[in-house]
């Protein structure tokens, strides 16, 4: 069983939130991410591709801060998304040390700037949000570990499409994970780019 496997923080949360048993989705997903690896990941809604993206994240991290620059990213559409999926990272994180960030388009960029600069773990961001910062040096990609981006289908729009291409060409290496209900073929053509050498999870 995937949660067995995970960090003793994690298995804690899990229980706190009466959550016992992984989806199906998430027994095959969780062992192939945490291996490292790059990640298509497809399942339909109600598969629990948002928890797993919390649970690997907090993984990769081994659930404790470190240093500044942040070491996990996740990629969303717009703000409402980047809130939601804000609050259900603090539900995990609330016994430990990890710093959440989140950026959308309507927060200044320079407020962006100077809090990220303070120190954070994972920033939660949108694809136009996170090239602005990398663009006017707002955030350092160097210790990126794991980039995950939720619900993809959305970067099939031109303009986060665009954003996307950029980011991850400013990336060193890291592990990339994409989250989707199918793979659109323009997602798929991201295998030429960053998603080099990936594996398909579908539920």
């Known amino acids: 069983m995937p949660f067995k496997k995970l960090h003793s923080d994690l298995r804690e949360s899990l229980e706190r939130l009466e959550i016992e048993v992984p989806t199906s989705f998430q ?15 497809n399942a339909p809604k109600g598969q629990g591709k948002t928890t797993t993206i919390v649970l690997t994240t907090l993984q990769k991290l081994k659930c404790e801060a470190d240093g500044h620059a942040p070491r996990a990213v996740i990629l ?4 409402e998304r980047a809130l939601e ?7 995990y994180t609330k016994y430990n040390s990890l710093r959440v960030y989140v950026g ?4 200044h ?8 600069f303070e120190g954070i773990d ?11 910062l990398f663009l006017l040096n707002g955030v350092s990609t160097s210790q990126i570990k794991i980039l995950s981006i939720d619900d993809a289908d959305f970067l099939i729009q031109k303009s986060d499409y665009n954003a996307i291409m950029s980011i991850t060409q400013s990336i060193r290496k890291c592990q990339y994970v994409l989250y ?3 793979l659109h073929p323009k997602l798929k053509r991201f295998e030429d780019y960053f ?3 990936s594996k398909i999870v579908q539920a």
């Open 27 to 41: 027994s095959k997903s969780i062992p192939v991410i945490k291996s490292g690896t790059n990640v298509f990941c």
């Open 76 to 79: 969303v559409e717009n703000k």
């Open 85 to 91: 999926l804000y609050d259900l990272f603090l539900t």
């Open 104 to 107: 959308y388009e309507q927060l």
């Open 109 to 116: 960029i320079d407020v962006q700037k100077s809090e990220i």
């Open 122 to 132: 994972i920033l939660i961001s949108t694809p136009k949000t996170m090239n602005k």
């Open 180 to 182: 989707s209900e199918n």
């Open 195 to 197: 998603m080099e050498r």
